[in-house]
């Protein structure tokens, strides 16, 4: 093991899957000299500028090319400079290339990787919005949102080598982030959960960026005697709903937290899943930790608008209070 960034774990993973077939190619807008968050820097100086192209300002051509690609036997990573412009090239995603399995009988893919930095980073509402859920509705995409430079790595690497649409979902908060990545060759399946803490009172089930507040809000509580649950989904379709509804039956209550607006979030099927399928479990209401459904503002409010640490240590002792609450009204 080595301590390496976020960044750096993505780099490495297009550089060892582009070593490795020769199909992988990149596509996006200033990705020669790095891009916006340094993520791709010293890979048009490896492979060249057949297979790390430099894209004019226009998502749907960046989109609209990868797609022609995989049907002409590539395997395209395009990368969307911030999520915020990937509504730009909506009609490409879901209306093509999600929907080619289905009406090919099976018989042809669009293996397109489409990576979308997401996130408040102080740049306002249209550099720094969290769209995964604008997706979760879109049958024949899968969504994946890591948080550690482990996850980032290994995720990515199946999803270059998935036979379908990936939208893979990286966090500018998190670039910077060190974790433990292995030396050694290694990948993640897609649509499989990570328990990043364990115990016992209550499951946080955190999305990306959350992750980390999340698990510095069960270390605070731990020394209060609560045992918080910490739950990665790492994927959000396919959903691993078998390791979320474990935990939950272990806890007993659940919290779900991402940095999107809690309106109309992915939180709120997660919710529905605990809730169809295991309601008879649950001592205390679930409950859900997001942003206010308004848009991103700059700083300084943008620490205010934004779910942290103390908003899920709040939550989680409402969780707590209210489920004593409720077995003294029996």
């Known amino acids: 093991m080595r301590r390496i960034t976020y960044r750096t774990a993505i780099n490495e993973a297009l550089r060892e899957e582009m070593e490795k077939d020769e199909a992988v190619i990149l596509l996006g807008e200033d990705i020669g000299p790095g891009g916006v968050g340094g993520v791709t820097a010293g890979l048009l100086g490896q492979f060249g500028e057949k297979r790390v192209i430099d ?3 226009a998502e749907t051509a960046i989109v609209g090319s990868a797609i022609g690609a995989s049907l002409a036997g590539l395997r395209p990573v395009a990368e969307i400079m911030h999520v915020d412009f990937i509504f730009i090239c909506m009609d ?5 290339a999600a929907k080619q399995r289905f009406l090919s009988g099976g018989k042809v893919g669009v293996p397109i990787t489409i990576r979308a930095p997401y996130g408040a980073r102080g740049i306002g509402p249209h550099h720094g919005q969290c769209l995964e859920a604008c997706f979760q509705n879109i049958p024949g995409l899968k969504l994946v949102m890591p948080s550690t430079p ?8 199946s999803a270059i080598r998935d036979n379908d649409p990936v939208l893979f979902f990286e966090s500018k908060y998190g670039y910077n982030r060190e974790g433990d990545v292995p030396e050694e060759e290694y990948t993640i399946p897609l649509g499989k959960a990570d328990i990043k803490r364990g115990g016992k009172d209550v499951t946080i089930v955190a999305l ?9 809000g069960a270390e605070d509580l731990a020394a209060e005697g609560i045992d918080c649950e910490v739950v990665d989904p790492r994927t959000i379709l396919p959903l691993d709903q078998r390791t979320i509804l474990d935990s939950v039956a272990k806890t007993h209550r659940a ?7 809690k309106t109309g979030g992915v939180g709120g099927e997660i919710a529905a899943v605990i809730a169809e399928k295991a309601f008879n479990r649950l ?7 997001g942003a206010p459904f308004t848009p991103l503002p700059r700083l300084p409010y943008e620490k205010l608008y934004l779910p942290n640490k103390e908003k899920i240590i709040s939550a989680v002792k409402g969780i707590l209070d209210g489920a004593k609450a409720a077995i003294g009204a029996l």
Request: contains cysteine.
């Open 55 to 57: 894209m004019p300002i």
């Open 92 to 96: 490409g995603i879901c209306n093509w």
């Open 150 to 157: 482990y996850d980032a790595k290994g995720l990515l690497k």
């Open 208 to 216: 990306g960026s959350m992750v980390y507040p999340a698990l510095e």
């Open 255 to 261: 919290l779900i937290v991402h940095e999107a607006p």
């Open 283 to 289: 001592k205390s209401p679930i409950m859900r930790v």
